[in-house]
């Protein structure tokens, strides 16, 4: 009897070891599914919100007399250094996705892929925002410095890189263009990449007989009022030797593949909500073509657009949607089409060595370094320890 009730107790205390050691598994493997479902929602959250492109080695930002100013590099050496100067109601940040280094920066679609395109074209890439922070962010201190101070800001970023030498491209859009097109006045510029503004013809002539560097104009002919500015400097440079490309925008329709193509937070099932409410809202035909400018028309199709984004953003000048749909209209706006061809061609000498778009596109097909041919690309985190200081 005595032995049976030993033997019971050690079954007894065997089970409840056993049933305890099962109960900690299933905990041990409800905590790894709960911590892989959790890594996965982060990982799935920062795909769509962050987006880190392999070309660069992340975002840095900080200030420089007295502006802000947001850079990434190359992975490779740089070929080159291009400024980004931004329109009205933007910032440099526009150009990097939003991420723990730049809280603020938004990663809007064109702005991103010009990004690409320069750090994918082994430019350094810095961005300036104008002073203006609290009103238009426009670049109003072209009146008072004539952009003086921005030159400043770019030798001293340049020599901190240890860059001093490479060749220094200017790109910008709208009052951002102006200030693209007006650096070569104070510094040593090797081409210049403005879109949707001209300016008036005498920023173009140099001092001490400086031949203006090899120029591109991206512009709108809808906007006609800006399109005979354009011309007129385009002639004007012409006349005195420089090369110049010129690449005319025009509207095109708000389509699924549109969408998504160019945003990364908008996947296929979005786009098609996006352009039925569109469609639904009476700004979009049919065939996908605007029936009236969208930035006016906001209030009619905003409001059928956002139940189907979630919680995308449709503030003016901060939105996916708005920007391409806006895009889609071409009166001004920032685009990206031919950005790769385009920095080709400057970093080729312009006319001197390529005779126009197509010529460039083929280059630079020649190179390995076209980044997009018609195909979206896929974004990656990756890692930035093959990244180098270039001293």
Avoid at 72 to 79: A, D, F, T
Avoid at 267 to 296: C, F, H, Q, W, Y
Avoid at 298 to 322: F, M, N, R, Y
Avoid at 338 to 365: F, S, V
Wanted: a positive charge; proline letters at 5%; one cysteine or more.
């Amino acid at each position: 009897m005595l032995e049976y009730e030993i033997k019971r107790t050690f079954l007894k205390g065997r089970l409840l070891q056993i049933v305890a050691a099962v109960a900690a598994v299933i905990i041990f493997f409800i905590s790894v599914s709960h911590f892989q479902t959790g890594s996965k929602n982060k990982a799935t959250h920062k795909s769509n919100n962050i987006y880190l492109e392999e070309y660069g080695c992340g975002v840095h930002v900080e200030r420089i007399r007295g502006q802000d100013v947001v850079w990434e590099l190359p992975r490779q050496k740089p070929r080159g250094v291009i400024m980004f100067a931004h329109g009205c109601h933007h910032a440099a940040g526009d150009l990097w996705p939003p991420s723990p280094q730049c809280q603020t920066c938004l990663g809007l679609p064109e702005e991103r892929r010009l990004r690409i395109a320069a750090l994918h074209r082994r430019l350094a890439l810095i961005g300036i925002s104008s002073l203006d922070r609290v009103g238009k962010r426009c670049w109003a201190e072209l009146r008072k410095d004539g952009g003086r101070n921005v030159a400043n800001i770019l030798r001293e970023w340049i020599e901190r890189q240890g860059l001093r030498g490479v060749p220094l491209y200017t790109m910008g859009a709208s009052s951002g263009g102006q200030l693209a097109l007006t650096l070569p006045r104070h510094m040593r510029v090797a081409g210049v990449y403005a879109q949707v503004r001209g300016v008036e013809n005498t920023v173009l002539q140099l001092p001490k007989g400086r031949m203006f560097p090899p120029t591109v104009f991206v512009h709108m002919p809808r906007d006609e009022d800006n399109a005979a500015i354009i011309r007129g400097n385009i002639e004007t440079l012409k006349n005195t030797g420089t090369p110049v490309l010129e690449l005319k925008i025009h509207p095109r329709p708000v389509t699924v593949e549109f969408l998504t193509e160019r945003s990364p937070l908008i996947d296929e099932t979005m786009a098609e909500g996006i352009v039925n409410a569109l469609k639904k809202s009476g700004i979009v035909a049919e065939n996908g073509s605007l029936t009236e400018p969208p930035r006016p028309a906001t209030e009619k199709w905003a409001p059928l657009v956002q139940p189907v984004i979630g919680d995308l953003s449709l503030t003016l000048d901060e939105s996916h949607v708005g920007e391409l749909v806006n895009l889609a209209w071409a009166k001004h706006e920032l685009v990206s089409d031919e950005a790769e061809a385009i920095m080709t061609w400057l970093q080729h000498g312009g006319g001197r060595e390529l005779d126009g778009i197509e010529d460039a596109r083929r280059k630079a097909e020649q190179e390995g370094e076209v980044v997009w041919n018609n195909k979206k690309v896929k974004d990656s985190s990756g890692s930035y320890t093959s990244c180098q200081k270039y001293k």
